[in-house]
């Protein structure tokens, strides 16, 4: 998927003296520099987020993976296990502005995401012991929130810090998708070997370690010394209008569309006869299209505005789709699933380039949790509705998916009118 020099390099330490003074005698020297944050001394702040990105999403995978099995072994039926997978992304409609309003508030962005981090390991040991619904929805829907509240807050301090840095974020993010598809393969390698039960104690060893990995994170906010001049808005309601609102709107649609795909497309393939190795293989070649697209997403901001790019993710999410309510054999698959590097990785970057550029770090969490928001928002009314349309018309249900990105770029197309790009 990459090579080890897509890593981002170690730097040398600097030291910036603090004003503080002993008791009798010349100032105390009080390391600021983010090189010096953390008990891992020599390594840069980019490889230490990089290796918490690594394991971000780890539990993620291995939920996709076996998850919805695992419930089912423990006696849930299909509803109660929807009502489970649903259960976080209703709560996060309300608390992901009200976490990300918090990490803002707080001295540093680190504080909150390691917090989460640490009740993400915590709460999963639960479900070690778990054993009917209401115990397995308590401690699943309690490890998802803590697990939901980092990621926004992490992408959004990510985003500040390589910005101040010059350094290449899209690098950085690409490792999560890696520890992803990472994930899937050795649940899927686990439970083959050892058995279901051993699934729940890796899934909390996953947790464990990203907790683990959350200790080394640097500071994300510059020193107070070298704090940058406010840059864009400040309060949200700053940034309330319809040229910021219609791209957020949009590309939550778009996205909704492919948790849809996530939702439906090993159940729709192996209706078309493809083999259970073909759909794995199908799934991590998407996989890794986006990883690829993380990893060159610089070279395209720097020539295109971040609009225009998410309205190119738009219409060819809407070809994909399209092309998908064919049914189309594994030969045309292949390159539709290359297309995901597009229609979801370059329109990821974009959004969470477009909410940079338009935010100050007053509000970095708070616009972050916005757009998720959003998302989850318009994720639960696509699957609802998506649900039915698979029952009734199979692969075809896909023009309606198509339909509702070409809404979502159809969004983004208005804001481009109302307020064009400066370049």
Not at 375 to 383: I, N
Request: overall charge positive.
């Amino acid at each position: 998927m990459t090579h080890l020099t897509s890593i981002p390099k170690i730097d040398r330490p600097f030291t910036i003296t603090q004003g503080r003074r002993s008791q009798s005698g010349p100032p105390l020297t009080e390391e600021m520099s983010l090189t010096q944050t953390s008990p891992v001394g020599g390594l840069s702040p980019e490889l230490r987020t990089t290796l918490f990105y690594f394991t971000l999403m780890t539990t993620a995978g291995a939920a996709n993976a076996f998850g919805g099995i695992w419930m089912e072994g423990r006696g849930l039926s299909a509803s109660q296990i929807g009502v489970v997978s649903a259960a976080p992304v209703l709560v996060m409609l309300v608390l992901n502005m009200v976490a990300g309003r918090i990490a803002d508030r707080a001295s540093d962005w680190r504080q909150v995401i390691v917090a989460a981090a640490v009740l993400g390991g915590i709460f999963p040991i639960g479900l070690l012991w778990a054993a009917d619904f209401w115990s397995i929805l308590l401690f699943w829907t309690l490890t998802s929130i803590a697990f939901m509240t980092c990621v926004p807050v992490l992408d959004a301090a990510a985003m500040r810090l390589t910005a101040r840095r010059g350094t290449d974020f899209g690098s950085m993010r690409a490792w999560a998708t890696i520890g992803y598809l990472i994930a899937i393969i050795a649940t899927g390698w686990l439970v083959t070997w050892a058995g279901q039960e051993a699934y729940m104690p890796f899934f909390v060893a996953l947790a464990l370690i990203r907790t683990v990995t959350s200790l080394f994170l640097p500071r994300f906010r510059a020193p107070d010394g070298e704090k940058p001049p406010p840059s864009g808005a400040t309060r949200m309601l700053q940034v309330m209008k319809p040229w910021f609102l219609l791209p957020l709107f949009g590309f939550a649609i778009i996205l909704a569309s492919h948790f849809i795909l996530n939702a439906f497309q090993g159940l729709l393939w192996e209706r078309q006869g493809i083999s259970l190795s073909t759909i794995g293989f199908l799934i991590a070649f998407g996989g890794l299209a986006e990883t690829l697209l993380f990893f060159t997403y610089r070279k395209l901001d720097k020539r295109t505005s971040a609009r225009v790019l998410l309205l190119i993710a738009g219409v060819v999410t809407v070809i994909r789709w399209t092309a998908m309510a064919f049914a189309p054999p594994v030969g045309w698959l292949i390159p539709l699933q290359a297309l995901h590097g597009i229609t979801y990785g370059l329109g990821f970057m974009a959004c969470l380039t477009f909410i940079r550029s338009h935010t100050s770090e007053d509000i970095a969490a708070e616009a972050q949790g916005f757009f998720v928001m959003l998302q989850q928002g318009m994720s639960v009314l696509a699957l609802v509705g998506f649900g039915g349309l698979v029952d009734h018309y199979g692969a075809r249900a896909y023009f309606a998916s198509a339909l509702f990105a070409a809404l979502g770029a159809l969004c983004i197309l208005a804001s481009i009118r109302i307020r064009p790009p400066l370049s």
